[in-house]
C-alpha cells in the first residue's frame, strides 16, 4: 500500500474548479463533489495495486482511475516508488490521456 497520498498541483486545480462549478449549480452539490473525491481517494489507497490500472496506453508508471460516483469524472492516479499520485481529477468529456505529460514530472 502507498505511504502517501498527494495530488499535483494541477489535480487541485482541477479539483477546486469543479468544486466551483458544482456550487454554483447548486448549494452544497459542490460539497458533495468533494465528497466523492474523498471516496475516490479512499479506493485508490485500499487496493494494494492501483485500481482500475489503465492498459490502453504504455506508461513509465503505473496509471490507474477511480470513478466518482454521480459526477463524471475519474480521479487519475500514478504509483511512484511509494506515494500514490493524484495525476488528474478528468472529466469524461475532456480529451483522452490530456494528463499524460504530467507523469513525466513525477
Known amino acids: 500500500m502507498a505511504s502517501r497520498f498527494r495530488l ?50 504504455r506508461f513509465a508508471l503505473p496509471v490507474g482511475r477511480v470513478l466518482f460516483v454521480q459526477f463524471p469524472y475519474d480521479l487519475v492516479v500514478a504509483r511512484d516508488e511509494s506515494d500514490m499520485v493524484v495525476v488528474a481529477i478528468a472529466h469524461h468529456k475532456r480529451r483522452p490521456f490530456y494528463w499524460r505529460k504530467r507523469l513525466a514530472k513525477l
Request: net charge negative; aromatic share 18%.
Open 8 to 57: 499535483l498541483r494541477w489535480a487541485e486545480f482541477e479539483l477546486d474548479e469543479a468544486i466551483a462549478y458544482y456550487e454554483q449549480e447548486r448549494p452544497d452539490l459542490g460539497f458533495e463533489f468533494f465528497e466523492r473525491y474523498e471516496t475516490a481517494a479512499h479506493q485508490a489507497l485500499s487496493f494494494p495495486e492501483l485500481p482500475s490500472p489503465i492498459t490502453e496506453r
